[in-house]
């Protein structure tokens, strides 16, 4: 990956009437007290004229990118360490907090230079909600009074009849992009239930994300007494579903457990479904201590229960704004990851009159590319008018004044799309004159989700294209679902082929920038028997990508 530094280096002006000022006194050595004197009452006369042709001119930089696109640095000065424009609003709308050392997470209040500012507003409840929060965070954070107090109990084994503060901890499992969605997850069901989430750092959580909370870190602590998540499965005996096989529990029991493992990944079965049931969440309020292993984004389930539907609708008005809302919240690339993300995009992006994502997963088990995948993704692009056709007889001329450009960046464990879509616009003319460019960031051939470097790369890579214009996604890939959710875009879905051939229509437009739930219960818990999920609200449906899946919609998207 070519990580080269754009510069653009400043001149500065000479007024040639202070040059004439220096050099009279440099000549009159043996000047008397009134001419010294003048001559300063002249320097200073100029001095503000200076500072203010000075001020003018930093200022003016700031705008020559009207969509709040990045601004390459000046000088010496790193790009990944220049300051915000005050007239940014780097805070995003009151989502984000103040007290945090700048230098420490320099994406933070940088994003804002490298995207338009969002049509999408956080509630006030939701700012009310997440203060509130960081002041829980803080009052119950690792080693604070209370979590040690709480700990303290836990070794013990015994039920802890009342505490003031109540966890849940999130198990590092999956993939990046399973992680990123089911920490959002985690999260959202610490605010409704109010709970700290504590985080299980895996790898190399601490690696790629900045700490999102004031004061108190979200990590885990190594000295935490169950730290063994291995050791969790279905199996386990202090696992909700299992404890309810065996008739175990039940919420009207004296002695409840210290904790209890939750088991919501995609193999889970009917009876760790009852998660989702408000019987069986009036219960958990009872346990202090929620180990959660997921890899599924669960969010859309949130809303099919009845007890947190009004917190909900109060959190997010518009119902496909809960992870754009949340990401931004919550995830920052370190200082590490933000250099890949903004030397990239400086080199490759920033001039550009307009940026397209393209994101390829393919789930074929032979070594590609495939020439059907290949023909699928040009027909999306043709047919949505995200690219222009190219011309393959007759040479077209456009002046290079009037011409203008189209970045496009693709991402994909395989070179080979990229090579294929490079070639068709090298080697040919747009019947526009439209001039594109296409960049591949890497080409890790196949996913290592225990690899650094890797997931910092597939972290980058995400984010980068949340910073376009428009974007295509692959069915069932939540590294897409990340980039659009972040980006608060709506993306061309590239529909699942079939018997390797490209399916007809290639893509379609999703329903909301919203995840899909690629496990959802189908479950009346008040009927106790089987239903269609999908149907029950209207702000709940099938995914585009997946029929069985759930996401959440706008009623005027319907």
């Not at 009917?270 to 599924?296: N, V």
């Not at 470097?453 to 972290?459: S, Y």
């Amino acid at each position: 990956m070519d990580m080269m530094r754009i510069r653009n280096s400043s001149k500065q002006q000479t007024d040639p009437e202070n040059e004439s000022v220096s050099r009279l006194v440099e000549r009159k050595t043996g000047l008397n007290t009134m001419k010294t004197m003048g001559i300063l009452v002249a320097c200073l006369m100029i001095l503000p004229v200076f500072v203010t042709i000075s001020v003018i001119y930093k200022g003016s930089s700031l705008d020559q990118y009207n969509d709040a696109r990045v601004i390459h640095a000046k000088g010496s000065e790193d790009a990944t360490s220049k300051p915000v424009d005050e007239h940014k609003d780097k805070l995003l709308d009151g989502l984000l907090t103040t007290g945090f050392e700048e230098r420490s997470c320099l994406s933070r209040y940088q994003s804002v230079l490298y995207r338009r500012a969002s049509p999408h507003k956080p509630s006030s409840h939701l700012k009310t909600m997440l203060r509130k929060y960081e002041d829980l965070h803080r009052r119950c954070g690792p080693y604070t009074e209370s979590y040690n107090k709480t700990v303290k109990k836990l070794k013990s084994g015994h039920h802890i009849t009342s505490t003031d503060c109540n966890y849940v901890v999130w198990i590092s499992y999956s993939g990046l992009g399973n992680r990123i969605l089911t920490l959002a997850s985690a999260f959202l069901y610490a605010l409704l239930t109010d709970r700290v989430l504590l985080v299980d750092r895996g790898k190399d959580i601490d690696d790629l994300f900045c700490e999102p909370f004031p004061e108190k870190s979200w990590l885990l602590p190594l000295d935490f007494p169950l730290n063994q998540f291995n050791n969790f499965d279905q199996k386990s005996p202090q696992c909700y579903g299992n404890m309810l096989k065996k008739n175990h529990i039940n919420n009207s029991m004296d002695s409840l457990p210290p904790y209890l493992y939750l088991h919501l990944a995609h193999d889970y079965d009917d009876h760790d479904k009852l998660f989702f049931c408000d019987q069986d969440q009036s219960l958990f309020r009872k346990i202090p201590w929620l180990i959660m292993k997921t890899d599924t984004y669960f969010i859309p389930s949130l809303f099919l229960i009845s007890s947190f539907d009004q917190e909900l609708s109060k959190l997010f008005p518009s119902r496909e704004t809960v992870f754009h809302h949340l990401g931004r919240y919550l995830f920052h690339p370190s200082n590490a990851v933000w250099g890949l993300i903004t030397r990239y995009y400086e080199v490759y992006l920033a001039n550009a009159d307009a940026r397209l994502g393209i994101q390829i997963r393919v789930f074929d088990t032979r070594p590609g590319p495939f020439q059907y995948v290949f023909d699928q993704i040009v027909a999306c692009f043709l047919k949505e008018n995200l690219l222009p056709e190219v011309s393959v007889q007759e040479p077209i001329v456009t002046p290079s004044g009037n011409r203008k450009s189209k970045a496009v960046l693709m991402t994909s464990l395989s070179s080979g799309y990229f090579e294929m879509v490079r070639n068709m616009y090298w080697e040919n003319p747009t019947v526009t004159g439209e001039v594109i460019g296409v960049y591949q960031p890497s080409n890790e051939e196949y996913q290592q989700t225990e690899k650094k470097t890797h997931n910092r790369k597939a972290w980058a890579e995400m984010y980068l294209l949340s910073l376009t214009d428009s974007l295509i996604t692959s069915s069932w890939s939540t590294f897409g679902y990340v980039a659009q959710g972040l980006g608060g875009l709506k993306p061309w879905i590239l529909y699942k082929p079939e018997n390797s051939t490209a399916p007809d229509p290639p893509c379609s437009r999703a329903m909301s920038m919203e995840p899909c739930f690629h496990a959802p219960p189908f479950y009346d818990c008040k009927a106790k028997t089987g239903i269609d999920t999908g149907a029950i609200v209207p702000h709940v449906r099938h995914c585009e990508d997946m029929s069985w899946g759930l996401k959440l919609v706008d009623r005027d998207e319907l």
